[in-house]
């Protein structure tokens, strides 16, 4: 049986909610709990643009938090610091991949203090850009709760290096028979016909959207070493063509 999840990357406190609200109101229509990735501290000069400073921004969170949304920490400040493209080997910067130790622990401190002080919970985080590396997964271990990441490219949940692992694949929704897919959206960016399609989508699909309780992660393989590189390559060759 297929399973869908859906993530939201780069709600932060210049986000433009009118961009937001229209998902938001989708999910809620259908009872869908997505993952939304919360930046703790933007500085990313692109999101600083989105809008307005939201002085409610918070509350706004713990709201989302309340109707059971995944709140995720989505890495520190947004920033790019590296070209290092980390294990994912999806992008070419990074805000972690590529960092000592040091620092990479200083920014997950950073990140889960501001979560605290706004009582917000989270037990994923989001990388941006899709790029962490394993000092990236030692600072989650040693100074947060964390320990789901959503980032991978194989099609079912699992477990690797001490977390569980929620894949993410699909930029935009797509039919499929089975197994487990993740459809992530930039809200800030989405254009009107693509929001048009997910809503066609979910209105179609909504029954087969789960939450985060109803996954099951299973071990990661040898043969998934394998299967997982050459998802890696090939979509590296894609890009590159």
């Known amino acids: 049986m297929v399973q869908y999840l859906i993530r939201l990357d780069d709600l932060c406190p210049t986000s433009n909610l009118e961009k937001w609200r229209p998902f938001f109101d989708l999910f809620d229509y259908y009872s869908i709990r997505p993952i939304v990735a919360?930046?703790?501290n933007n500085k990313d000069p692109k999101l600083l643009k989105c809008g307005s400073l939201n002085h409610n921004?918070?509350?706004?969170?713990?709201d989302l938090q309340k109707k059971e949304y995944a709140i995720a920490m989505h890495g520190?400040?947004?920033?790019?610091?590296?070209?290092?493209?980390?294990?994912?080997k999806q992008n070419r910067r990074s805000e972690f991949a590529g960092l000592p130790l040091y620092m990479q622990e200083n920014k997950?401190?950073?990140?889960?203090?501001?979560?605290?002080?706004?009582?917000?919970?989270?037990?994923?985080?989001?990388?941006?850009?899709?790029?962490?590396d394993h000092n990236t997964l030692?600072?989650?271990?040693?100074?947060?709760?964390?320990?789901?990441?959503?980032?991978?490219?194989?099609t079912s949940p699992y477990?690797?290096?001490?977390?569980?692992w929620i894949p993410v694949q699909l930029s935009g929704v797509e039919p499929k028979l089975s197994r487990t897919w993740t459809f992530n959206y930039h809200p800030e960016t989405c254009s009107k016909n693509d929001f048009e399609k997910l809503e066609a989508f979910i209105h179609r699909n909504h029954q087969y959207f789960v939450s985060l309780s109803e996954l099951k992660f299973r071990r990661y393989s040898?043969?998934?070493?394998?299967?997982?590189?050459?998802?890696?390559?090939?979509?590296?060759l894609r890009d590159c063509l």
């Open 38 to 40: 919360v930046i703790p």
């Open 57 to 62: 921004y918070w509350q706004y969170v713990r």
């Open 76 to 88: 520190f400040d947004h920033c790019y610091v590296s070209t290092n493209s980390g294990i994912m």
């Open 108 to 132: 997950i401190m950073a990140a889960v203090q501001i979560f605290e002080r706004e009582n917000i919970r989270s037990d994923i985080f989001v990388a941006p850009a899709h790029s962490f």
């Open 138 to 154: 030692k600072a989650l271990k040693k100074y947060s709760s964390i320990r789901i990441i959503s980032d991978g490219l194989l």
């Open 159 to 164: 477990k690797r290096f001490g977390f569980k």
């Open 222 to 236: 040898f043969w998934d070493v394998f299967h997982e590189k050459f998802l890696i390559y090939s979509r590296l």
